[in-house]
């Protein structure tokens, strides 16, 4: 199962490549989703990053900009609702892994059809940072899991304990943020992901 | 000489449309520079021109994002020192038509080593887009004009009769954004400035 990490925005590039350096072998995916940063500070950003852990770009998913993940030559580009049309995406870039975020079973059978690589699903858990919404629970990422032929990744407040409950859902992985990045110790809990996502 | 109109942010797509249906054949570029879209809402705006105006995309430049120029089969990406890097951009698309939007000397001879299509230079004189900026002038563009050898757009608050000073300057082209989307009659202006670049 895979272990994808979401950037919060909240990290500087130098602070991201530090904490990855800690954990990057724990790490499939590093999703940049710095929603406010121009088209050349995420180049920058996924530069330093890059560079700062060694890490390959095949590592990094690049959220919205298609143009960032071409350019750079990075493992994915993570598409949303306000992004553009994934089928035209994937018509032009059928090598681009594509994976869509997604809030329900339409939008996720939607993304399949589409063309999708995998999709992100959630959020499972009450999550820090989406307050107040419910969430969408254990029962509804099994019944997307049964639904669908590609990867699920799952989604919101994943804490380690909640990993046995994910795998037996269906998922083929999991995305974090807080769950790392607010760590204490952010190399321990990511070994600990890791394991329970082998075991 | 060229005519290029850029959004001004302040008209919708239907807006946008409606003038366009007016003066579409004096436009040589419709840039396309709305920054509060998504990249959904910018694929749809560029879509609704297009159609409504049947207007082909290659008549459309979009400012900053690459991926939207290239699905779209827009005519041109318009950068600037906060899009992803012109060189890196030209590199790996070369098909597509690059102009990059400069404010100085230094700024164009690096764009044309780079491999841009063509310069964007202003502003040229006060512009109601640029309130307090003291406006380059006609010396800088012909200095410029000079000193490059790829196609040099001026822009800033260019009146129809300012043309014959900018053609003198040696500029290939104009670029208009209140001239035509402030004038009481767009379709007239627009035939103006046309009719000028002409002679």
Redesign the interface.
């Known amino acids: 199962m895979e272990l994808h990490l979401i950037t919060d925005g909240c990290q500087s590039a130098e602070q991201t490549a530090d904490i990855m350096r800690l954990i990057e072998p724990e790490i499939d995916l590093l999703h940049i989703r710095e929603k406010q940063l121009?088209?050349?500070?995420l180049?920058a950003f996924m530069s330093t990053v890059s560079e700062g852990v060694c890490c390959p770009p095949s590592k990094l998913a690049v959220n919205?900009?298609?143009?960032?993940a071409?350019?750079f030559g990075a493992g994915a580009v993570q598409l949303t609702?306000?992004?553009?049309?994934l089928p035209?995406?994937k018509r032009?870039f059928p090598e681009l892994r594509c994976g869509a975020s997604v809030h329900s079973l339409p939008e996720a059978l939607a993304a399949e059809q589409a063309g999708a690589d995998y999709v992100l699903f959630g959020h499972i858990y009450d999550s820090p940072s989406k307050p107040g919404l419910p969430p969408r629970g254990l029962s509804s990422l099994e019944e997307l899991c049964c639904a669908v032929s590609i990867p699920v990744i799952a989604l919101g407040g994943i804490q380690p304990q909640h990993v046995p409950d994910i795998k037996r859902a269906g998922a083929s992985g999991i995305a974090v943020m807080s769950g790392i990045w607010k760590a204490e110790n952010p190399a321990e809990v990511a070994k600990e992901y890791r394991s329970l996502l082998m075991t």
């Open positions: 121009s088209a050349a500070e180049y919205d900009r298609v143009d960032a071409l350019l609702s306000h992004s553009l049309p035209l995406v032009m």
